[in-house]
């Protein structure tokens, strides 16, 4: 049986431009279907190719006697790896499709190989209750296991490890609890040009085995790289369409190493005890009482709850009552001791709480400064300019293995004297130069812990001295607490110029150098104050 696809555009409230997704529907029929998701890297490549693989997927699907729609995203480029700008990309592509179908988001499932296969372990690890099941073919989940003689095969800064750590699924293992998946791996897959070694899917297996969550692993003999079978493939998507994921489970844990992914069902990270360290929380509901035990949490909402009766909570062995099971209700302790209430107003909190890839969720513009000298305006438009198609060509950092990854976001630069009051306060702001040289950074001058001096930088109180210092630092935006305001600017015209080639995706809340050298890089504590500083100041 065939079906006919579509390439369906939709627009994105990020950067307000149509972008395509291939839709194919076994029927349009008004019960609601499972929606099935296939996430690779040459979509966006290959558009009549998406769609052809969403008819496909259809047709097994039919044959088995079961209905569906299949979407396949194009994650925003072939190296996005569906992270930041290319995980909107997939969350805004079912919203879409669930407008246009009769979608049951209780049975939302997702596959991909490869790039995609990476991309489906990102994507079930840190949207831990929005999939019902997942098959990742051949995927990279652990940035520790892309070895080569004498390192990884791609350099890593100290400063970028914990932003690794937060986007492998290897660190986010007991998120996957309510999970299904079902991985599959060939034998002699290894490291060679596009390949992926096999200990990636191996050693997954075995965390969720050591744990008891649910998984089958299918590791194809005598095979490399090309693992998707045709049996295979045709066993596998009936599979993933008969999951449905539990709509309230008594059991939930959670791992967070940022406060852009903090949520599972009922469990809300809120804020972590340090911004350089993961939490964790595992709760549990037993008839009329709530345990919860934390690691590295400081703060953390719970709820709502299935309907019952108001349990007792007990909070890392601590009695704080009992919970309304209707609502959603926080707690937090600022000094050791856990109280009721939310974090306070100005913290770090979700949406606003860093690292420097935080960024890339939302609107940003990149705005080079232009209201000092000639020679300011220069080298500020320059750099500018250089990180949107260094973004672009290596989607931020973020990539498979060491093949770089390209996207297809176009950063936007606008100069500070173009910029509207509207989009001054409505986007994340990138802002090239220093007080003296770029008007929006001298109207938010007060507002950020940041000044340039002859030959150093000060940041929040520490003074960095260097031939041509410079900073690249994260701040929350001073007139919308919903987003960021980031400075790169440095104590003479041509400082920024040592910083052009930063994978900015990766870097942490601050990094300050001069020249080729790096002077400090850090994390800031959840009032905004920096931890303490990595390097000593100079």
């Not at 499972?34 to 693989?53: H, K, N, Q, R, T």
């Not at 496909?56 to 299949?70: H, K, L, Q, Y």
């Not at 910029?419 to 109207?443: C, F, I, K, Q, W």
């Amino acid at each position: 049986m065939r079906f006919t696809g579509q390439l369906q555009y939709f627009r994105s409230p990020v950067d307000g431009r149509l972008h395509p997704c291939a839709v194919c529907a076994t029927d349009t029929g008004p019960e609601p279907k499972p929606l099935i998701i296939e996430v690779s890297p040459g979509a966006m490549s290959d558009l009549p190719g998406a769609v052809a693989l969403t008819e496909e997927m259809a047709a097994i699907a039919a044959d088995s006697g079961r209905s569906c729609v299949v979407l396949r995203p194009t994650g925003r480029g072939p190296g996005s790896v569906y992270q930041n700008y290319g995980e909107v990309d997939v969350l805004e592509a079912i919203e879409h499709v669930a407008a246009h179908h009769a979608i049951d988001r209780d049975r939302i499932s997702i596959t991909g190989a490869s790039m995609g296969g990476a991309a489906v372990w990102y994507l079930v690890s840190h949207h831990p209750d929005l999939f019902a099941a997942a098959a990742p073919f051949c995927g990279y989940c652990d940035y520790r296991l892309w070895e080569k003689p004498g390192g990884l095969s791609f350099h890593m800064h100290p400063w970028e490890e914990a932003s690794w750590q937060s986007r492998s699924a290897a660190f986010l293992v007991d998120n996957l609890r309510h999970t299904p998946l079902w991985i599959v791996h060939g034998e002699w897959d290894r490291a060679v040009g596009g390949g992926v070694p096999v200990a990636h899917s191996r050693q997954m297996a075995e965390l969720l085995a050591e744990r008891g969550f649910p998984h089958t692993y299918t590791e194809v003999p005598g095979t490399g790289h090309d693992c998707r079978t045709p049996e295979i493939w045709k066993q596998v998507i009936p599979w993933l369409l008969d999951q449905r994921k539990p709509e309230s489970p008594a059991h939930v844990s959670l791992t967070a190493h940022t406060l852009r992914h903090n949520r599972c069902y009922w469990v809300e990270i809120d804020q972590l005890a340090r911004c350089d360290s993961p939490g964790e929380v595992d709760a549990r509901r037993l008839a009329d009482r709530l345990t919860v035990s934390t690691e590295g949490v400081r703060a953390l909402s719970l709820g709502p709850l299935e309907a019952g009766a108001a349990p007792e909570v007990v909070l890392d062995s601590q009695d704080l009552g009992r919970l309304d099971p209707g609502r959603r209700q926080s707690f937090r302790r600022p000094d050791g001791v856990w109280e009721r209430g939310a974090p306070l107003e100005g913290e770090k909190r979700h949406g606003c709480s860093g690292p420097m890839g935080d960024l890339f969720f939302d609107g940003l513009l990149l705005v080079p400064g232009t209201s000092g000298s000639e020679e300011e305006g220069f080298f500020n438009e320059w750099v500018a300019g250089h990180a949107a198609a260094y973004f672009r060509s290596r989607n931020g950092g973020v990539h498979r293995g060491g093949i770089m990854g390209q996207n297809t976001v176009d950063l936007p630069i606008v100069r500070d004297a173009d910029l509207t009051a509207e989009d001054r306060d409505g986007h994340n702001l990138l802002l090239y130069g220093t007080p003296a040289s770029n008007s929006v950074m001298a109207e938010f001058a007060e507002h950020l812990p940041v000044a340039f001096e002859d030959g150093a930088v000060r940041l929040a109180g520490h003074l960095y001295r260097g031939d041509g210092a410079a900073v690249f630092a994260l701040f929350p935006h001073p007139r919308n607490p919903r987003r960021y305001v980031a400075v790169h600017g440095g104590a003479t015209p041509d400082a920024v110029c040592w910083g052009s080639h930063l994978d900015m995706q990766l870097l942490p809340d601050y990094l300050v150098y001069a020249g080729g050298e790096v002077l400090d890089w850090g994390f800031r504590d959840n009032d905004w104050r920096p931890i303490q500083p990595v390097m000593k100041s100079r």
